[in-house]
């Protein structure tokens, strides 16, 4: 009786044994993988962005991407002339990713972000008619600001390695703050701006932050006529769009 027991007993345990290593085989650990991307379109913009993507979970991911600040020259008109800006910029972007269909790091996506954006440009060599004088500025920018958005997107695999990203549709929202600062730098230098010249120098200001989308009608300028400078500002919300591509490795 002792011995059958034991043999029942072993018995079943064998059985619940090899019922665990089916259910196991059945229903694997999911392979966590990551992908480095990178988005060319940002250097336009004066920045190198990197970003990667931790595919911790079926059809969920953690994205990161990190703008490394450069300098880059465009021509932009302003003020109805094309003037030569140098563009710096340093940002940051944090995002939970969901796959819409039933692959994993395929197919359309919705990816819920926060993202903080440094900018600062320059444009030299402003010539303008300051009360009598002829006058040349220095005009800088700068632009700080956090916010959140929500990014409709697709991703494809191109084999099993190249990962190619498209942001098709990225609504943001921004609290911002901006600032321009016009200053005389012409050689040779002259005395402080009299009344008229103030004048003169603010309306050459409002003439250029006019044609700024969105806050041209929302800043405040002012003078300061014993620096000879002529400052722009505003804080506040400002919308954001974000759309482009990223390329990368899946590792």
């Known amino acids: 009786m002792y011995n059958r027991s034991l043999l ?7 059985a619940v044994a090899c019922f665990g290593q089916e259910e196991k085989t059945e229903t694997p650990a999911f392979d966590v993988s990551y992908a480095a991307k990178w988005n060319p379109l940002s250097l336009y913009f004066g920045k190198a962005s990197i970003g990667g993507e931790l595919n911790y979970k079926n059809r969920r991911s953690w994205t990161s991407v990190v703008g490394i600040p450069m300098d880059k020259t465009i021509n932009f008109e302003m003020d109805n002339e094309e003037r030569e800006v140098t563009l710096k910029t340093f940002s940051l972007m944090g995002g939970y990713r969901m796959y819409l269909g039933k692959k994993t790091m395929t197919g359309f996506y919705i990816e819920p972000y926060v993202k903080y954006v440094k900018n600062d440009a320059t444009v030299p060599n402003i010539k303008a008619t300051i009360g009598t004088q002829p006058t040349t500025f220095l005009l800088t920018s700068s632009y700080e600001g956090i916010g959140a958005g929500a990014q409709l997107g697709a991703q494809f695999m191109l084999g099993k390695r190249i990962v ?23 050689n040779p230098p002259t005395g402080p701006w009299d009344q008229a010249a103030a004048a003169d120098a603010q309306r050459e200001l409002e003439d250029l932050v006019k044609d700024l989308p969105i806050i041209g009608d929302k800043v405040e300028v002012k003078v300061d006529a014993a620096k000879k400078e002529v400052t722009s500002d505003y804080k506040g919300f400002l919308p954001g769009f974000r759309a482009g591509f990223s390329i990368g490795i899946r590792i």
Do not use: I, K, T
């Not at 029942?8 to 064998?14: M, P, S, T």
């Not at 098709?168 to 012409?186: F, K, T, W």
């Open 8 to 14: 029942l007993l072993l018995a079943l345990l064998c």
């Open 164 to 186: 190619f990203d498209m942001f098709l549709l990225g609504p943001e929202a921004n609290s911002a703050s901006h600032q321009l600062l016009m200053r005389d730098v012409s």
